[in-house]
Nanobody, 123 residues
């Protein structure tokens, strides 16, 4: 059974940076694709960034140029470096792991979420 534990969320000022971590257990991590998602109050969960088992990376338009996703298979961990954060990006950030790439783009249908980590962007 997959277990995902996110960390790294915090209060940061607009323009600041954070590095989120997601540690996985219970799965053969190297065979999974990983994604970072966020959900703000009253909004649907959205994909922010994804990295496949092959190292292919995709970002949402909002994340391109400011966020970086990477993974460490030895540590079974996927990271999300976020720079130049904006107030509207405050949300609960969570990760997911799937064996099918297409499922990464359907967050509404996914299970196996971690508890998330809260990112607050405010002065």
């Amino acid at each position: 059974q997959v277990s995902l534990v996110e960390s790294g969320g915090a209060l940061v000022q607009p323009g600041g940076s954070l590095r989120l971590s997601c540690v996985a257990s219970g799965i053969d991590f190297e065979r999974y694709h990983n994604g970072w998602y966020r959900q703000a109050p009253g909004k649907k969960r959205e994909l922010v960034a994804a990295v496949t088992q092959f190292g292919n990376i995709d970002y949402s338009d909002a994340a391109k140029g400011r966020f970086t996703i990477d993974r460490d298979n030895d540590k079974k961990t996927v990271y999300l470096q976020m720079n130049s954060l904006k107030a509207e990006e405050a949300a609960d950030y969570c990760c997911n792991a799937q064996t099918q790439v297409t499922r990464m783009y359907q967050p509404g249908g996914l299970a196996g979420w971690g508890q998330g980590t809260q990112v607050t962007v405010a002065s």
